[in-house]
């Protein structure tokens, strides 16, 4: 299977909550990787496939980062475990700079290895 990819993912656990709106009420997990464009978590929750979220991504040493995304990807990795891989939406939304700081480090350390 070919990579679609455009960015390299970073295999980086973030603690992070996600709404699916208009529901309020936060759903806690942490990132299995993270992107420029996307990040993947698990949940207990099966989500659908186009489904927009509200997530809440808490960089070390930053405030949370609200992002907004949708749902690509829905995986069943057991019976009530589900692997999920979000495009997010709204860069501009949230405080890119910090964002691509952070990434921008973590890709740094990845390649100096």
Known sequence: MQEKRRYH???IAVPMSFCVP????????????????GVSFTTDKEL??????????SFPGEKKVEVHGKVLRVERISPNRF????????PIKFDEKKFVRFYAERLKEFFLK
């Not at 208009?22 to 464009?37: A, C, E, K, N």
């Open 9 to 11: 993912r970073l295999s």
């Open 22 to 37: 208009p529901d309020t009420s936060r759903l806690l997990t942490s990132t299995l990787d993270v992107s420029v464009l």
């Open 48 to 57: 659908q496939t186009r489904q927009e979220l509200l997530m809440y991504l």
């Open 83 to 90: 692997k999920i891989g979000v495009r997010i939406l709204d």
